[in-house]
């Protein structure tokens, strides 16, 4: 297989899941608790960041900026000492826009026992330009059922987003009309 798959002239080549796939590992310190001892979840939020970040600029080959965080869920408390691995992957792409699934395990540096499932969030991105502009990016080209299946759940997520993003500007100039505050 090749690292680009075929396009109309005109086209951008679209690019296998794997080719931008990545794993981000980190092992918590001190330094990154919370008030229960725990890992801070904003320090897992923003290795999800991170990963998900190189990501998205693998996959469209240049700057690609977080355009929202979808269902972060923390499913397990991370403790110092975990060797966290923050995977990511590009599922579905649109024109500039880009959601990136990431999984977060953890394992004890210290044992050889296997990583377990920490949390998982989905992240839009958006790639752009020297002037900060929207830019096309390649479409993604799912490989493997697993790959298939992330990406129609991708296309439910997005029309979910959409349809909230439509009913709150709605709400919000009905009131106006209506005489209240947005």
Partial sequence: MTDQAQAPEGEIPGKPTA???????????????????TVHGGVIMKLVDDAAGAVAGRHSGGPAV?????????????????LVH????????????MEVGVRVMAERWNESTPASQ???????????DADGKPRRVPPV???????KRRYQEAQIRRTH?????RAIKELREK??????DA
């Fill in 19 to 37: 080719a931008s796939r990545t794993t981000l590992s980190h092992i918590m310190t001190g330094s990154d608790t919370n008030l229960l001892g």
């Fill in 66 to 82: 977080t355009a929202s965080m979808d269902e972060m869920v923390f499913l397990e408390p991370v403790r110092v000492g975990d």
């Fill in 86 to 97: 923050v995977k990511a992957q590009v599922n579905w792409t649109g024109r500039s826009s």
């Fill in 118 to 128: 920490v949390g998982s969030a989905y992240l839009v991105f958006a790639a752009v």
């Fill in 141 to 147: 080209v799912p490989e493997s059922e697993r790959d």
């Fill in 161 to 165: 987003r959409l349809a909230r993003r």
């Fill in 175 to 180: 009131r106006i009309a209506d005489g209240f």
